[in-house]
């Protein structure tokens, strides 16, 4: 894979497709308001500058599936760590890289690893790329996540699951990314999330699924805070609350996008089947790992899919 080097020294030169210099974002620079257009615009040139790449299709890589750039063909890779002020991701699974190139003949951008709230950042700081995404001309975006799943009667470890809609847990105590002051150039003060997960692009990921004899099945997805796994209690709550899969990501992500007109395609691979008793002999303790075998075991089943979808984007 070609690596990106370092960057100049100083600034870049480049002029703006956007009136603002990319000089205005340096290796200096310390940090970036997710909330200020005008700063989200600046990170844009940067990136831009960084890649001949001009992506209208998205990809975020959740926990274990960050191989799935493995495919892209060409690859500009650009570490969030030589992106100044951008929050770099520390979980274990999670490379921390944007990985621009060509997916089945497509321009993409893929997030190598997520930033997840539980690591301390804010929500908007989390949402952040996708904002990113957004100035960077992306126009679908295909999401992607480990999850627990809450049906053991239908779901196993390693199916694939298309998300048709989600719980945004922290959105109930008040947590949203859009919180805040609202820029009308983003979006508008109050979005609607009737089909945040685009029936039009589940129907073809339906298609797809079928066409390389994927089981597909759908589902509805509740983001927690984390970092800690759910107890039986919580878990039989969320499944009363009607979801069928848990996780730490996605919905804050998703809910961004909408406000930026980004249509968006969900998909959450059942990492760990959840617990809904107390007292059961063997249960699991440390379902992290779990979570990262199963990532491992199923990454090219997951990334054959992607690339069977991205084709008919
Ligand atoms: N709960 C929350 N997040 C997760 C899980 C889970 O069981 N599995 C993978 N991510």
Same mark, same amino acid.
């Given at each position: ?10 600034t ?7 009136? +603002? ?26 990136v ?9 299709i ?27 002020g ?13 990985? +621009?190139?060509?997916?089945?003949g ?16 804010s ?29 053991? *009667? ?21 947590? *949203? ?46 983001m927690?805070g ?6 039986p ?14 996780g730490?990501?996605t ?5 961004v996008?909408?406000?930026?007109d980004?249509?968006v ?10 617990? +809904? ?37």
């Open positions: 894979m070609a690596h990106m080097n370092g960057y100049h020294n100083g870049v030169e480049k002029s703006s497709e956007n009136g +603002f210099a990319e000089a205005d974002i340096t290796e200096s620079s310390t940090s970036i308001n997710p909330n200020s257009y005008e700063d989200v615009a600046k990170l844009a040139n940067f831009r500058s960084k890649t001949q790449y001009k992506p209208k998205g990809i975020i890589c959740g926990t274990g599936l960050g191989k799935i750039v493995n495919l892209i063909e060409n690859p500009d890779i650009l570490s969030y760590t030589d992106i100044p951008f929050p770099v991701s520390t979980v274990k699974g999670h490379k921390g890289n944007f990985v +621009f190139g060509t997916l089945s497509k321009s993409v951008v893929c997030m190598q690893g997520r930033i997840h709230t539980y690591e301390g950042y929500m908007e700081l989390c949402t952040l790329p996708v904002r990113l995404m957004s100035l960077l001309g992306v126009e679908t975006m295909i999401v992607t996540n480990a999850a627990g799943g809450l049906n053991s *009667s239908t779901q196993r470890q390693g199916d694939i699951i298309l998300i048709k809609d989600h719980l945004c847990l922290p959105g109930f105590a008040g947590k *949203s990314p859009l919180c805040g002051p609202n820029d009308e150039r983003f979006g508008p003060r109050f979005p609607s999330m009737n089909n945040a997960y685009d029936r039009g692009l589940r129907k073809i990921a339906k298609e797809v699924a079928a066409e390389i004899g994927l089981k597909l099945q759908e589902g509805v997805y509740a927690t984390g970092p800690q796994f759910e107890t209690a919580e878990n039989r709550y969320f499944k009363a609350l009607g979801a069928d899969l848990i730490m990501s919905a804050h992500e998703v809910i996008a909408r406000h930026c980004i249509k395609v969900g998909l959450s691979l059942v990492t760990n089947l959840s617990e +809904f008793e107390t007292d059961v002999d063997g249960e699991t303790n440390d379902v992290h790992s779990e979570v990262l075998k199963t990532g491992e075991e199923s990454v090219e089943k997951a990334s054959n899919f992607v690339t069977n979808l991205v084709k008919r984007l």
